[in-house]
C-alpha cells in the first residue's frame, strides 16, 4: 500500500476561495497542497466577462482570472493537483482524506473550497436532451445557439445575466419565470425588460421538453393551479437552467454542520467550522454573496485561521 502523505494544510477545490486560500498559505510558509476537484478553476472558468472584480477596469474573462490567480500561487509555492477528494475522516486530527485515486493524505488543517453546483429541475426530459439542447451554463454552450431561439429557467441575477448573454447570440430569448416578477437586482431586470430579443413569461413553470433530433420545443403552465390555467408550447432549440445552485458539501457532512440546503455552518462570520484546524470558504459555506470577490476574501481568512491555528498548536 502506497505510504501516506502528510501535509500541514490541504486546500479542496481551485476557485477563487481555494486559489486565494493557496496564496496566503504559501507565503505563510503552510507548504499547501490544493486538489482542483471537478472544475479547475471553479465556477467562473464557465462565465464570460468578469466585469465586478476590482482591479480590472475593462472587466477580464473569467478563465484568464482563475490563470491569474493559479499562477500567483504557484508562484509562491502552492502544489496545486488535479483530482477529487472523495472521502474524509475527520474525527481526530491529523485528518485523513482520500483522492479518487486511493491517495491518503494526512492533513494538519484542512480549507474546504468545493464551491456550488447548478440546480435542475428535475425532469426526465432534462436527462434525455442533456448535451442535447440541455444546458445549465449559458455562457459555455451559448455559442452554439447563434441565430437560434432559446428559453432561460429562473427570475434571479443569474438567469438575467444569461438571457442577456444569449440574447446577443440567439435570435430570440424567452425567460421562463415562476413569479409574476423578476427577482433580479434593478438593474439587471431594467436590461432585460429593455432588450427587444427577449421576452420574459412570467407566472410560467416548466414541465417538460419535446423534440426528435435534440430539443424542439417546451411543454409550460401558465398560472398552475389558477382557474385560468392553461399549458402553453414554445418552439425551442434550447433550454438553459438558472434556477440557483447546490453546495458541494456532500463528502464532509457527516462532520460538519450544514444548513438545509447543505451549505457549511462556519462560526461567527469566520471561516471555522466546529471542527478545529478545519475550515471552510467560498460558495460551499455562502449562501448568500456567491462572488468571486467575498470568495477570494473567505480563501484569505481561511488561510490566516490555518497558519494561526498551527501556531498555537
Given at each position: 500500500m502506497a505510504e501516506r502523505e502528510h501535509v500541514r494544510?490541504?486546500?479542496?477545490g481551485s476557485g477563487p476561495a481555494g486559489y486565494t486560500a493557496a496564496i496566503y498559505a504559501s507565503r505563510a510558509n503552510l507548504s499547501p497542497?490544493?486538489?482542483?476537484?471537478l472544475l479547475s478553476g471553479g465556477q467562473l472558468t464557465q462565465t464570460t466577462t468578469v466585469e465586478n472584480f476590482p482591479g480590472y477596469p475593462e472587466g477580464v474573462d473569467g478563465s484568464q482570472m482563475m490563470m491569474d490567480i493559479r499562477q500567483q500561487a504557484e508562484r509562491f509555492g502552492a502544489d496545486i493537483r488535479d483530482g477529487l477528494i472523495v472521502k474524509a475522516d475527520l474525527s481526530k486530527s491529523p485528518y485523513l482524506l482520500t483522492t479518487d485515486e486511493g491517495h491518503e493524505i494526512e492533513a494538519e488543517t484542512v480549507i474546504i473550497a468545493t464551491g456550488a453546483s447548478a440546480k435542475y429541475?428535475?425532469?426526465?426530459?432534462?436527462?434525455?436532451?442533456?448535451?442535447e439542447g440541455v444546458s445549465a451554463c449559458a455562457t459555455c454552450d451559448g455559442f452554439f445557439y447563434r441565430k437560434r431561439?432559446?428559453?432561460?429557467?429562473?427570475?434571479?441575477?443569474?438567469?438575467c445575466e444569461d438571457a442577456l448573454y444569449l440574447s446577443g447570440l440567439a435570435k430570440k430569448v424567452y425567460m421562463i419565470v415562476r413569479k409574476p416578477f423578476l427577482r433580479a437586482?434593478?438593474?439587471?431586470?431594467?436590461?432585460?425588460?429593455s432588450t427587444e430579443n427577449i421576452e420574459v413569461l412570467f407566472e410560467h413553470n416548466t414541465i417538460g421538453l419535446f423534440g426528435e433530433n435534440g430539443v424542439e420545443g417546451a411543454r409550460l403552465v401558465k398560472r398552475k393551479g389558477e382557474p385560468d390555467e392553461e399549458e402553453v408550447e414554445i418552439n425551442i432549440d434550447g433550454l438553459f437552467l438558472a434556477i440557483?445552485?447546490?453546495?458541494?458539501?456532500e463528502v464532509f457532512k457527516e462532520w460538519l454542520d450544514t444548513d438545509?440546503?447543505?451549505?457549511?455552518k462556519t462560526i461567527d462570520g469566520t471561516p471555522r467550522t466546529k471542527i478545529p484546524g478545519v475550515f471552510a470558504a467560498g460558495d460551499v459555506a455562502d449562501p448568500?454573496?456567491?462572488?468571486?470577490?467575498?470568495?477570494?476574501a473567505s480563501g484569505c481568512k481561511a488561510a490566516l485561521e490555518a497558519e494561526r491555528y498551527l501556531q498555537t498548536k
Amino acid at each position: 500500500m502506497a505510504e501516506r502523505e502528510h501535509v500541514r494544510c490541504l486546500i479542496i477545490g481551485s476557485g477563487p476561495a481555494g486559489y486565494t486560500a493557496a496564496i496566503y498559505a504559501s507565503r505563510a510558509n503552510l507548504s499547501p497542497v490544493e486538489y482542483c476537484g471537478l472544475l479547475s478553476g471553479g465556477q467562473l472558468t464557465q462565465t464570460t466577462t468578469v466585469e465586478n472584480f476590482p482591479g480590472y477596469p475593462e472587466g477580464v474573462d473569467g478563465s484568464q482570472m482563475m490563470m491569474d490567480i493559479r499562477q500567483q500561487a504557484e508562484r509562491f509555492g502552492a502544489d496545486i493537483r488535479d483530482g477529487l477528494i472523495v472521502k474524509a475522516d475527520l474525527s481526530k486530527s491529523p485528518y485523513l482524506l482520500t483522492t479518487d485515486e486511493g491517495h491518503e493524505i494526512e492533513a494538519e488543517t484542512v480549507i474546504i473550497a468545493t464551491g456550488a453546483s447548478a440546480k435542475y429541475l428535475g425532469l426526465p426530459d432534462e436527462e434525455k436532451y442533456k448535451g442535447e439542447g440541455v444546458s445549465a451554463c449559458a455562457t459555455c454552450d451559448g455559442f452554439f445557439y447563434r441565430k437560434r431561439t432559446v428559453a432561460v429557467v429562473g427570475g434571479g441575477d443569474t438567469a438575467c445575466e444569461d438571457a442577456l448573454y444569449l440574447s446577443g447570440l440567439a435570435k430570440k430569448v424567452y425567460m421562463i419565470v415562476r413569479k409574476p416578477f423578476l427577482r433580479a437586482s434593478k438593474v439587471m431586470q431594467e436590461r432585460v425588460l429593455s432588450t427587444e430579443n427577449i421576452e420574459v413569461l412570467f407566472e410560467h413553470n416548466t414541465i417538460g421538453l419535446f423534440g426528435e433530433n435534440g430539443v424542439e420545443g417546451a411543454r409550460l403552465v401558465k398560472r398552475k393551479g389558477e382557474p385560468d390555467e392553461e399549458e402553453v408550447e414554445i418552439n425551442i432549440d434550447g433550454l438553459f437552467l438558472a434556477i440557483g445552485h447546490n453546495p458541494n458539501s456532500e463528502v464532509f457532512k457527516e462532520w460538519l454542520d450544514t444548513d438545509e440546503t447543505g451549505y457549511i455552518k462556519t462560526i461567527d462570520g469566520t471561516p471555522r467550522t466546529k471542527i478545529p484546524g478545519v475550515f471552510a470558504a467560498g460558495d460551499v459555506a455562502d449562501p448568500h454573496y456567491r462572488q468571486a470577490i467575498t470568495a477570494a476574501a473567505s480563501g484569505c481568512k481561511a488561510a490566516l485561521e490555518a497558519e494561526r491555528y498551527l501556531q498555537t498548536k
